[in-house]
């Protein structure tokens, strides 16, 4: 990416949600999750196609990394096609990125598909998550599925904290909250130095353990997404502005919360004006590698910030 192209872009969304398939039928699990989503987040939820997304993003001149969620062991949802994903993405790389999700446990299959779908389909992260997928990120069965991802030193998000996956549904909808505390991630960052590790969300009720573990682990980042940052705690807002402004990345969660309406809200919440384009833009740029080659780089080994202020 020129440096031109990344001043001119309004921001970098780096977590999106394919949730409608254009190839698979409507599935029955899926309705029921996204029904009791929309309600939760009190909002009636878009269901946009891939392409109504890269539309959605061109016209606010953004660009937004997007996945699915593999949860077919754990829920019996039908998963989107990781092939679908990075086909429907191919056609709109001006704006959209795409990862990959696996459910670790699929072992020596799941590596078999990350290594194709890395060097055949161009996919350039992955995502997890541990409460709808079911188990623990230092899982040393989910190790060998790492070694792939940190072969190709691309990164991995995590999802963290309470999600609103299963939220208000009986028994919430199956889903268990013990997998998704960050610290679990400290034993993956010293295991797996070379896969930058991206813990989503606000981490309630562990904030402060994802801040440890960022502040500690030079590959470890924090995305924003999921809430809107009139909610985020002041302690994050503190660490965002100062030792770990180029560790916090801007993400919505869309379709579940705009980034219309995140944006608004960052503007009202006290992050310095140097700080802002860090977090909307350029970290994102580093820890994807856009500015390795005017398409999306390939393979450069991260280079991690420098903390300042750090004890």
Not at 36 to 56: D, G, H, S
Not at 137 to 165: K, W
Request: charged content about 25%.
């Amino acid at each position: 990416m020129t440096e031109q192209k990344q001043d001119s872009l309004v921001a970098i969304d780096i977590h999106t949600h394919a949730t409608v398939s254009t190839r698979n039928p409507p599935d029955e699990v899926a309705i029921a999750f996204d029904k009791a989503m929309a309600e939760y987040f009190k909002e009636k939820m878009p269901r946009p196609t891939i392409e109504e997304t890269a539309q959605y993003y061109r016209e606010r001149n953004m660009m937004a990394v997007i996945f699915t969620v593999d949860t077919e062991r754990a829920n019996g949802q039908v998963r989107i096609s990781n092939e679908e994903v990075a086909e429907e993405v191919a056609k709109h790389r001006d704006v959209l990125i795409p990862f990959a999700s696996i459910d670790p446990l699929r072992g020596k299959m799941g590596v078999r598909e990350a290594r194709r779908l890395i060097e055949d389909y161009g996919i350039r992260g992955f995502k997890f998550h541990p409460s709808s997928q079911e188990f623990y990120p230092n899982d040393r069965a989910a190790y060998d599925l790492y070694e792939v991802i940190a072969e190709h030193a691309l990164p991995a998000i995590f999802h963290s904290g309470q999600t609103g996956v299963g939220a208000r549904m009986r028994g919430g909808g199956g889903v268990r909250l013990k997998y998704s505390d960050p610290m679990f991630l400290d034993d993956v960052a010293v295991d797996f130095p070379d896969m930058p590790i991206i813990i989503a969300h606000p981490s309630f009720p562990w904030q402060e353990n994802a801040l440890a573990v960022a502040t500690h682990k030079p590959q470890v980042y924090i995305d924003l997404s999921g809430w809107s940052p009139k909610y985020f705690p002041p302690i994050l807002i503190q660490y965002a502005n100062t030792i770990l402004k180029d560790k916090m990345l801007f993400g919505s969660d869309f379709p579940v919360l705009t980034p219309d309406r995140w944006l608004a809200d960052f503007e009202k919440i006290g992050i310095r004006d140097e700080v802002k384009p860090l977090i909307l833009r350029d970290n994102a740029v580093r820890v994807l590698r856009l500015n390795d080659d005017p398409v999306y780089g390939r393979y450069a080994r991260l280079k991690p910030p420098t903390l300042d202020g750090c004890c």
